[in-house]
């Protein structure tokens, strides 16, 4: 099963500042990230899939970059309604898919 | 607009079973695999179980195999996840989820869950 690391585990960054999150698979998942956005007691949006393509409706903020083993998801200018949970999934000859662990992203 | 609505959650004792529902709306239901993810309280996201268009092909995660069987009925734009052997482990919110194509292993809409309690 391939493991995906989230780093940091909290990341606190300020309004209208660059957050950049990280994630890491154990063996090469080729393109085969997604990343998803969660606030509480919401279900998780699609933001990214193909490592760097947004989904419908996601503001250009937020980029996604990376292969093989290391992935970035980037939001350039963080707004209010940013701060929530991420999580990337690998879903590279699934199944199964995993997540990684999330990473909050707090208001600093 | 899509809408998966999950229900069927509740508190359970361990042992027990519990079956899963979820309808869909606003897509073409027949044309795309379905997922189960879970969340325990307060941790990350684990996927539990797939099942194609047609039903011809599902999977399990590891944790569940040989205890959880996932079905859908195309006709009722349902999805199902029958539980059995239920343990404290399972304690969860379970999500519905649409694949965002056939045989994608991602997901572009979600239901809001519902919550399964296993106490033992």
């Known amino acids: 099963e391939k493991v995906m690391t989230q780093s940091p585990a909290t990341l606190s960054v300020s309004p209208g500042e660059r957050a950049t999150l990280s994630c890491r698979a154990s063996q090469s998942v080729s393109s085969h990230v997604a990343w998803y956005q969660q606030k509480p007691g919401q279900a998780p949006r699609l933001l990214i899939f193909g490592a760097s393509t947004r989904a419908t409706g996601v503001p250009d903020r937020f980029s996604g970059s990376g292969s093989g083993t290391e992935f970035t998801l980037t939001i350039s200018s963080l707004q209010s309604e940013d701060f929530a949970v991420y999580y990337c999934?690998?879903?590279?000859?699934?199944?199964?898919?995993?997540f990684g662990q999330g990473t909050r992203l707090e208001i600093k | 607009e899509v809408q998966l609505v999950e229900s069927g959650g509740g508190v359970v004792q361990s042992g027990r079973s519990l079956r899963l529902s979820c309808v869909a709306s606003?897509?073409?239901?027949?044309?795309?695999?379905m997922h189960w993810v879970r969340q325990a309280p307060g941790k990350g996201l684990e996927w539990v179980s797939l099942i194609s268009w047609n039903s011809d092909a599902t999977g399990y995660a590891d944790s569940v195999k040989g205890r959880f069987t996932i079905s859908r009925d195309n006709a009722r734009n349902s999805l199902y996840l029958q539980m059995n052997s239920l343990r404290p482990e399972d304690t969860a919110v379970y999500f519905c989820?649409?694949?965002?194509?056939?045989?994608?292993?991602?997901?572009?809409?979600w239901g809001r869950g519902t919550l399964v309690t296993v106490s033992s």
């Open positions: 999934q690998q879903y590279n000859n699934w199944p199964p898919v995993t």
């Open positions: 989820a649409k694949a965002f194509y056939d045989t994608s292993g991602y997901y572009d809409f």
């Open positions: 606003g897509f073409n239901f027949d044309d795309y695999g």
